[in-house]
């Protein structure tokens, strides 16, 4: 079956220091793979979206890479602020022809001063 | 980005009634919604597709008679739960479709007593 794993429940960091969440998959073929923010008690927020033929994406302080000989994902955020503590949800397209999202479980990020 | 809204933000009904949540699609036309369900601590799971004019789409395992849904119009989507019983409190997510990524309501935190 279908699965996609984010294999830290919770992080904690120093603000400051780079965060970085991974995501991994089995049993899908991505054609491109989504980050979501998602705040305690609200809906998730698009963060960005990488292809696979796409080694890297960058926008502002986050960073992802996407391996799909590994099958795996990584999420960054450089220069981390208590402000980016929240969970971080990896999704791949079921069909990938735009159709629902598959999410995994996330990853709590906490971000201290 | 695209804004979504969700109607109620949260609400508490007895067991036995019917609850209806309105999602909106604020500054686009949304053909397709998606509406997801999300437990404590859990991952959001998909529960039906929603497509204007046309039938829902249910995923395996969701009760198409429990989760009527409606879309009426390019920019309004309702999920309505039908004879709801605690096991169906949970925080209920609409979201709308852009290109590739999905654009999410803030949710409806729905209790049943």
């Known amino acids: 079956s279908q699965k996609i794993e984010q294999n830290s429940e919770a992080l904690n960091i120093q603000e400051g220091k780079t965060a970085t969440l991974t995501c991994n998959y089995t049993?899908?073929?991505?054609?491109?793979l989504q980050w979501y923010r998602q705040d305690p008690g609200r809906g998730p927020v698009f963060l960005l979206l990488i292809r696979e033929n796409e080694k890297e994406k960058r926008k502002e302080r986050l960073k992802v890479t996407f391996d799909t000989t590994l099958k795996q994902s990584l999420f960054h955020i450089t220069a981390s602020q208590p402000a980016d503590s929240a969970t971080y949800l990896c999704a791949l397209d079921i069909t990938n022809s735009g159709y629902a999202l598959n999410f995994g479980k996330g990853t709590s990020l906490l971000v201290t001063p | 980005g695209a804004v979504v809204s969700q109607h109620p933000s949260w609400v508490i009904c007895k067991s036995g009634t019917s609850v209806k949540i309105e999602c909106r699609s604020l500054d686009f036309q949304a053909t397709t919604m998606f509406w997801y369900r999300q437990f404590p601590k859990q991952s959001l799971m998909l529960m039906a597709t929603?497509?204007?004019?046309?039938?829902?789409?249910?995923e395996q395992g969701v009760e198409k008679d429990k989760f009527l849904i409606n879309h009426a119009s390019l920019t309004l989507s309702t999920l309505t739960v039908t004879s709801a019983h605690p096991e169906d409190s949970s925080f209920y997510i609409c979201?709308?479709?852009?290109?590739?990524?999905?654009?999410f309501g803030p949710g409806t935190r729905l209790t049943v007593t």
């Open positions: 049993n899908y073929s991505p054609a491109y």
């Open positions: 979201s709308a479709r852009g290109s590739y990524e999905q654009y």
């Open positions: 929603s497509n204007e004019g046309s039938k829902a789409t249910y």
